[in-house]
């Protein structure tokens, strides 16, 4: 593996727990690190997620270490990410309970998630990709199914079912989900 591929992974790593661990200037780095990586499901989900991604490119052992650490991800918080999303930096998961975040993904920067949320594809009738935009927040039970863009700073409500593009800067709600007027 290449120290390229280590740095990458170590600055993904890093802008995700800033994200989980809001710390004072006094707070120590370590004890973040200890804090986030022992009590905080959510990151824990993440950094499995990420490990994943980087071990799956090890040529002899890598996809069985990657279905290992698949399943300690799924024992800690029953959720599902798959190792071919792309994920920019800045993952925000509070609570990972029943993620399900599809392959063929794409996911920008600060994104943040709820429990409960699916994105993804129906398998037999997708033929592109789940891409969604910078800064956007998800909802508990929110779902974005099929092949769709997902602008940037895109909230979608509770239990929002969205199955249609959003533009940048809008609030979804509802199911089938209708982007809420400005005010």
Not at 5 to 10: D, M, R, T, V
Not at 47 to 62: C, D, E, H, N, S
Not at 127 to 146: E, L, P, Q, S, Y
Not at 147 to 152: A, K, M
Request: charged content about 20%; some cysteine; hydrophobic content about 50%.
């Amino acid at each position: 593996m290449s120290r390229d591929n280590q740095a990458g992974f170590w600055s993904l790593v890093r802008a995700d727990a800033r994200r989980h661990f809001k710390s004072s200037p006094q707070q120590r780095r370590l004890r973040m690190w200890i804090n986030v990586l022992l009590f905080v499901p959510g990151f824990q989900l993440t950094f499995l997620f990420r490990l994943q991604a980087m071990v799956v490119k090890i040529p002899v052992f890598g996809k069985l270490f990657r279905k290992i650490l698949w399943y300690i991800g799924w024992l800690i918080s029953a959720a599902e990410i798959d190792v071919s999303t792309v994920i920019g930096e800045g993952l925000y998961i509070p609570h990972a309970t029943g993620i399900v975040i599809r392959g063929d993904c794409i996911i920008g920067k600060n994104v943040t998630i709820l429990q409960g949320v699916t994105i993804g594809r129906n398998e037999a009738a997708y033929d592109g990709r789940t891409i969604i935009g910078d800064n956007c927040k998800f909802f508990a039970g929110a779902k974005v199914i099929g092949d769709l863009v997902i602008g940037d700073d895109v909230t979608v409500g509770a239990n929002a079912v969205v199955l249609k593009d959003l533009p940048s800067g809008v609030t979804a709600v509802g199911v089938p989900a209708r982007v809420l007027p400005a005010k």
